[in-house]
């Protein structure tokens, strides 16, 4: 077995990335509560310059960066690596992050009560815990490793769900921890096969053993369900629109756009890169038709909701599947090599306009419960005439969920639908279509509530400054703008992938 | 000697997949939220002796055992013991709140029905 990986001259910026919120969690024990905001404000800066620097080193050099920590080879140590996969997800992770921190900062200074009170330090430490383990689920290649990120993100995700402190938000919180510790339980049941089965942990190691026994089948058979569990996707959405609708908007924001996100990309990795075509194969068909029942299901659940905040949630649901429907898309398992197919990139598409697109509407929603003391979709009529942005931002960012050209969902659905198209997979085609429609029926009324002329004007509880509506305006016009680009992400996602994809792509 | 050594790791792994079965069983029948955190942790113990039966499976020459899964099982109690102290504390807020111990009652009518 020759050693896999040498470490490349970027690879320290990996671990900046992971250390950096890990070391602002511990300045903010140290500094205590009153200076909470002003690290975590820095260090958001901070880790928006280290992904771009990992960015730039990746277009640079061309190959995925790498550093091997302490420099202990696989299979006994452990290695970070980034390829264009994973520095497209740091990059939106870090864009998300940065916006959100601007975003809270006002929203907290609305109230007096909260500016620097108890509410405020949690969320920043939890933010800050939040970005540390999704950095280290992008960039980790060792399984184990692996599920210390995962239970990282439980930690600091769950805590956030419950910031309120009302029994309906801790009821919520208490769902998401049971499903998220029974998915980490069934993860590292899995992670222990293949290591009793293949000797090492290390993602690219197992995946070069020539021949895979039952131990592969049945540890893919664990850690999968217990991934979906913490990604939501039906059936095992039930505690996601609570928790997502309970939060405090700038904690939906993250939770919706990115905390899924991560066990998505573990999915991705262990269906793509670890599993034997065979499995990948049966694999991709399953995730498929959940996926596929996720997006028609939750969008008629979202039709049905009255509160604007769970209808978002909803959608959430709905707009995971599309991720889910990429593999046999892509024809993951059938010997080809799936990050060279349209299907792939469209994902990749949906998954960045998904994250921007629904950041926004979550912090546009937050704002007008804000500003209106509710969120019941029927009383918010003329809600467009009070704080004036939320609305565009909804609209915008409803733009991409649905699909309608230029916006960064519309190319990603287009990618997804020519694939499918191209493939023979009817009912997928159907699918992404009927999604789309669904999803404008529930954004729609929305807009319909926001342009209406109320009986009455609405009250409005207290002013908004322009500079809290501006930060989800800039995050929904980039979900927008994403169409613009369909491109780039072409070329960025075959970096660092296995040579095959060069061979095998036109 | 292997066959002794084989023996007492299939034991081990036995023991082990039926306490994940206990503790699975635990937490998808009780509605109380306590038996389920204590069915977490069974179900985190045969995780661990699963752990355990690979590591002297794996043993290699001269050793009694594999020492990464071992370290793994280190890691893996302190993060069971976080994830029980967080689902504990939780469950506390939950009943001094609502004085109910069960998410079935402490939830509103969901939504979707």
């Known amino acids: 077995m020759t050693s896999a990986y040498a470490a490349t001259p970027g690879g320290l910026l990996l671990v900046l990335a992971v250390m950096l919120p890990a070391a602002a969690v511990l300045a903010m024990l140290v500094l205590g509560p009153r200076r909470t905001r002003v690290v975590a404000l820095a260090t958001l800066a901070l880790g928006l310059v280290v992904a771009l620097a990992i960015g730039l080193e990746l277009v640079r050099s061309g190959t995925a960066l790498i550093y091997v920590l302490g420099n202990w080879q696989p299979p006994l140590g452990?290695?970070?690596?980034?390829?264009?996969?994973?520095?497209m997800m740091l990059a939106v992770t870090a864009?998300?992050?940065?916006?959100?921190?601007?975003?809270?900062?006002?929203?907290?200074?609305?109230d007096l009560a909260t500016a620097d009170g108890r509410l405020g330090t949690s969320f920043w430490t939890l933010l800050m815990g939040l970005w540390s383990g999704l950095n280290l689920v992008f960039v980790s290649q060792d399984l184990f490793n692996l599920y210390v990120a995962l239970e990282l993100l439980t930690f600091a995700a769950v805590p956030l769900v419950c910031l309120d402190g009302r029994g309906e938000t801790m009821a919520a919180a208490l769902r998401y921890l049971m499903f998220?510790?029974?998915?980490?339980?069934?993860?590292?049941?899995?992670?222990?096969l293949l290591y009793g089965a293949y000797g090492t942990l290390d993602i690219?190691?197992?995946?070069?053993?020539?021949?895979?026994?039952?131990?592969m089948a049945i540890a893919l058979a664990l850690m999968i369900p217990g991934l979906l569990a913490k990604a939501a996707l039906f059936p095992l959405h039930l505690w996601l629109p609570p928790a997502h609708a309970g939060a405090p908007a700038a904690a939906s924001a993250v939770l919706s756009a990115l905390v899924i996100k991560a066990p998505v990309f573990l999915i991705l990795r262990l269906v793509a890169d670890i599993a034997?075509?065979?499995?990948?194969?049966?694999?991709?068909?399953?995730?498929?038709?959940?996926?596929?029942?996720?997006?028609?299901?939750?969008?008629?659940?979202?039709?049905?909701?009255?509160?604007?905040?769970?209808?978002?949630?909803?959608?959430?649901?709905?707009?995971?599947?599309?991720?889910?429907?990429?593999?046999?898309?892509?024809?993951?398992?059938?010997?080809?090599?799936?990050?060279?197919?349209?299907?792939w990139t469209g994902g990749a598409l949906q998954l960045t306009s998904h994250a921007l697109a629904k950041a926004a509407m979550f912090m546009a929603a937050g704002i007008v419960a804000e500003a209106v003391g509710h969120d019941r979709i029927r009383d918010l009529g003329g809600f467009g005439r009070a704080p004036p942005l939320p609305p565009p931002t909804f609209g915008w960012a409803g733009l991409s969920l649905m699909g309608i050209p230029p916006s960064g969902g519309f190319i990603a659905k287009c990618l997804l639908l020519t694939a499918a198209a191209i493939?023979?997979?009817?009912?997928?085609?159907?699918?992404?279509?009927?999604?789309?429609?669904l999803a404008g029926g529930y954004v729609f009324p929305v807009m319909d509530r926001a342009l209406a002329t109320p009986a009455e004007p609405l009250l409005l509880r207290k002013p908004i400054p322009l500079r809290l509506e501006l930060v989800p305006l800039v995050l929904a016009v980039l979900a927008v703008a994403l169409g613009f680009l369909p491109l780039a992400p072409f070329g960025l996602l075959q970096i660092g992938r296995p040579d095959i994809a060069l061979a095998v792509s036109p | 000697m292997s066959a002794i050594a084989l023996t007492s790791a299939s034991l081990f792994g036995l023991c082990g997949a039926a306490l994940v079965g206990i503790g699975l069983f635990c937490i998808l029948t009780h509605p109380d939220l306590l038996r389920r955190i204590i069915g977490f942790n069974i179900l985190g113990a045969g995780i661990f002796l699963v752990f355990g039966a690979v590591a002297r499976r794996g043993a290699a020459m001269g050793l009694s055992?594999?020492?990464v899964p071992q370290a793994m099982v280190i890691t893996g109690i302190v993060v069971a013991f976080a994830a029980t102290a967080l689902a504990i504390a939780l469950l506390r807020r939950l009943a001094s709140l609502t004085g109910s111990a069960t998410l079935e009652a402490a939830t509103p009518p969901r939504s979707e029905t």
């Open chain 1, 78 to 87: 452990i290695a970070l690596r980034a390829d264009g996969l994973s520095v």
């Open chain 1, 95 to 110: 864009v998300v992050m940065a916006a959100t921190g601007l975003f809270a900062r006002d929203l907290f200074g609305l």
């Open chain 1, 180 to 192: 998220a510790l029974l998915g980490s339980m069934l993860y590292l049941l899995g992670a222990g």
């Open chain 1, 204 to 215: 690219r190691l197992i995946a070069s053993a020539s021949q895979h026994g039952p131990a």
């Open chain 1, 276 to 343: 034997p075509p065979g499995s990948a194969a049966v694999a991709g068909q399953v995730l498929a038709v959940l996926g596929a029942a996720s997006i028609l299901f939750c969008s008629i659940m979202a039709l049905r909701q009255e509160r604007l905040k769970l209808m978002i949630a909803y959608s959430t649901v709905a707009q995971i599947g599309y991720l889910f429907i990429v593999f046999p898309l892509a024809g993951v398992g059938d010997g080809t090599a799936p990050w060279g197919t349209i299907a």
């Open chain 1, 423 to 437: 493939g023979g997979h009817l009912w997928l085609a159907l699918t992404i279509l009927a999604g789309g429609l």
């Open chain 2, 65 to 67: 055992g594999d020492p």
